[in-house]
């Protein structure tokens, strides 16, 4: 299970807290200070030390002794005029991008579904679930066996349909093997989508459908004239946090191609991942994860104003 | 009537189509435990075969009981996942409770800290911890792992029982205070008790999160006694090759406490997903 932000309605800043006339009681921040500090030191230090390396020449030996030779903007100039980092974007950019359309019209359309009134459908939202809660090692594990080129249960299925002729390998040649870690990773997604939209499409009223009903409206106008509409601000956050969330993502990708075949599936996660820990290069590394930051951190933005417009709709 | 019946024929219908939908979907995980339960012989059957016969233990009895590796970082994910909900629960749950109710300054600024670091890659982090963690050696260590876990824990567990604590009326915090209960025991007595559900939650999706975890195993242990299930299982892909079976039925150990949880909790987890986005 990746970790992500799950609690949308919190980001409302103004919740009352009862509103205190006398001084403020001290002894009472001492519940907060733990987790303050504990992020401050977990999260906030390691990011400004990554900075910091980014700014310096960092050879093997400096990573355990320390005292590496400030270089200035050396390293940033390496890393953006090397054409692997800028592929490494991209294949991030497509990749998620990918992932978070495939992932967001299979969990659309998986909430429309479960939203209808029918026995046994909160089980079923629940067993769903199981994809998104299973760690990725094991759906990357169990997504490279089904994709096997000789063996595999997918492409049994695309050729007893006849889509499939011979054996496809998957995870050998690049575009397939885009597709298949695109389809791993919206495989996970797509239940968090579901789940999400499903408490947007609760709050849409029942007679609204009815009278879209009377006025003759099929199935699909009910869907792109009520549905949509209303659940724009839902569907814009769910966008948004998923495909945070996917250009995040590590070990799905990692698993099943460690970025190949060459690069074509080489995310920037994992191209910083290799610079630090396969080639050593701590400083470089360091610039790759530190620009990397700007693409969720920015999009957080977004996310937590719309956030607060969902939350004020 | 006959409207009723209608009604009824279309309900079924759906439970139908809905079943079909959730099986279909969940291929991939009996596909997992099918093959596990295969023999050697029968994971290489063209067209594949649908269900395991004969259903053979061997991947289980030979192949995950005997790997030395396997058992070592079962128990080792089980001490990191174990320490990380600790910490976590210990240094969550009073932040949240007092983000939610307490007099505290800023609220609107911490609240904002613990979504922002949420959105940090593992891998910004799992960088800079293995120099830091070089220099204060924390490598290759429960410690450094745990630490690392809650890193991203303890803000998700804030945000999650924060609107747990926010349904806690206050009057009855002022009503425990007002019969002599300190900030301290009105929390311990008043506040902990009514929110157990989300005590619940948080201690679980820790729990998890911290099992299924994998880029800080991966970059801050390299020594194997170390190492998580996840990058145990991760080794075994290369050397297991082609027993699909074998690697299946570790995949299917690694996925067994999740599973598990997840049925018997299942609601607490579901709850813990939505809970934001179901209140307003």
Known sequence: M????????????????RAPQRARHWGEHLFVVPAVVFVLATVLYP???????????????QIVTGGAEWVGWENYADQLGRDEFWHAL???????????????????????????RFPGRNVMRSLLLLAWILPTVVSANVWRWMLDGSYGL????????????????WLARPVPALFAVVIATAWSFTPFIMILLLAGLQG????????????????????TSVTMPLLKPVN????????????????????MTRGGPGEATMILPIYAYNEAFEFFRFDTGAVATTLMLVVPLGLSVFYFRSLRREEAA | MSAATASVRRRRRLTAGGVLITALYLLPVYWMLATSLKESSDIFATPP???????????YTETVVNHAGIGRGLLNSTVIAAGTTVVTLAVAVPAAYALARLRVRFVALLILLFLVVQMVPAVNLALPMFVIFSRADLVNSYAGLILANCSLAIPLAITILRPYFLSVPGEVIEAAKIDGCTTWTAFLRVALPVSVPGLITVAVISFLGAWG?????????????????????AGLTNSFGTRWNDLMAVSVVVALPIIVVFVFLQRYIVGGLTAGATKS
Do not use: H
């Open chain 2, 49 to 59: 075969q649908l269900f395991p016969s004969p259903i053979s233990l061997t991947s």
């Open chain 2, 213 to 233: 975890e994998f880029v800080f195993g991966l970059a801050l242990a390299s020594d194997e006694g170390m190492q998580p299930i996840t990058v145990v299982l």
């Open chain 1, 154 to 169: 997918v492409n049994a299925l695309l050729e007893a349909v006849g889509l499939v002729d011979g054996d496809l390998f």
């Open chain 1, 47 to 61: 990011l400004v030390f990554n900075v910091d390396l980014s700014f310096r020449d960092v050879g093997v030996a």
């Open chain 1, 204 to 223: 849409i009223p029942d007679t609204l459908y009815e009278a879209a009903k009377i006025d003759g409206a099929g199935a699909w106008r009910r869907f």
């Open chain 1, 2 to 17: 990746t970790t992500t932000v799950t609690e949308p309605g919190t980001a409302n800043g103004t919740t009352p807290v």
């Open chain 1, 236 to 255: 814009l956050t769910a966008l948004l946090l998923c495909f945070i969330s996917t250009f995040k993502t590590f070990d799905t990708v990692f698993l």
């Open chain 1, 90 to 116: 991209v294949i991030s950019l497509l990749y998620t991008g990918l992932a978070v359309v495939v992932a967001f019209a299979l969990g659309m359309a998986l909430a429309v579904y479960f939203n209808q």
